[in-house]
């Protein structure tokens, strides 16, 4: 049916707004470990909470964990290596 042609086209636009969003903090985690969540908030341009939920859906991923204490550590990718991207 339409409905559900449409249904799937939006869920399919929000997966790749996921995988996009997901993509933009590994790159600065990788490019910046030390980057705060304030840091990176300016740098996608949302909020620090929607950066704290991020992190935490990152995390529960496996992909990223905190080395260290909240202040002075620094983030690692775990899982993923982002290499060779456009510039």
Not at 31 to 44: M, Q
Not at 58 to 69: D, H
Not at 70 to 83: D, L, M, T
């Amino acid at each position: 049916s339409i409905f559900m042609k449409q249904l799937y086209d939006s869920f399919a636009k929000i997966r790749v707004f996921i995988f996009c969003i997901n993509g933009f903090f590994l790159i600065i985690i990788e490019e910046t470990p030390h980057a705060s969540r304030k840091d990176i908030a300016e740098r996608i341009g949302i909020s620090e909470d929607g950066v704290k939920k991020q992190l935490a859906n990152l995390k529960r991923m496996g992909l990223i964990e905190r080395v260290g204490a909240a202040r002075g550590g620094y983030w690692k990718i775990i899982q993923v290596r982002v290499r060779n991207r456009m510039k």
